[in-house]
């Protein structure tokens, strides 16, 4: 039959059964073929894929903050503010007997204020005496400011008192120096003075 047909079985394929095979030039072409499209590959991934490269280290360490001493990342915090100092130190250092002269006008008198050791913001603290009328009030603390700067309202009078003491919901402020309290009034300029420690209360 093949010498009828003119077909012949394929070089260096013996027992071929009749199937045709890629001559040496086709399988030339076709392991070309296998390369170029591995080549082609490798360039895609290495064109899609992020690269591993020390500025991406380096942007990774900057979110976690720089490298403490003992090489471990440590998050960077800002400074603290300055604490200022606690507001019942304030009144310890104020607690006990002030006094010395002060002015009302034209008018000469002495002033005395004595602060408990119980005395504290919206509290009670002592009493303050004039012996110009003469008055003996209760004072109760309503704040403190910047200085330090204490704030204090009279709240009521005592029965030797005179007549005329008024009560006031504060203004009278006393700031606090190295052993010295000056005076002045929110609610009147022209009262002023200087009163010095002369003792402790209980």
Do not use: K, N
Request: charged content about 15%.
């Amino acid at each position: 039959m093949s010498g009828e047909t003119g077909l012949t079985e394929p070089p260096g394929v013996p027992g071929g059964g009749g199937r045709r095979g890629l001559s040496p030039t086709g399988w030339a072409a076709v392991t070309a073929l296998g390369a170029a499209g591995i080549t082609a590959a490798a360039t895609l991934v290495t064109h899609f894929l992020p690269p591993s490269t020390p500025q991406a280290a380096v942007g990774a360490s900057s979110v976690l903050g720089s490298p403490s001493a003992s090489g471990q990342g440590a998050l960077v915090t800002p400074a603290p503010s300055p604490v200022p100092a606690p507001r019942s130190a304030l009144i310890d250092r104020l607690t006990g007997t002030w006094s010395g002269p002060a002015r009302y006008g034209s008018q000469q008198l002495t002033m005395t204020l004595v602060v408990t050791a119980d005395c504290a913001e919206g509290r009670r603290c002592g009493t303050l005496t004039t012996d110009l009328l003469p008055c003996v009030a209760d004072i109760t603390l309503v704040g403190i400011s910047d200085g330090p700067q204490f704030d204090f309202a009279t709240g009521s009078y005592s029965p030797d008192s005179s007549p005329s003491c008024e009560l006031r919901h504060g203004g009278d402020y006393f700031i606090l120096g190295d052993d010295v309290l000056a005076y002045r009034t929110g609610y009147d300029g022209g009262r002023s003075g200087t009163l010095r420690r002369v003792g402790q209360s209980s």
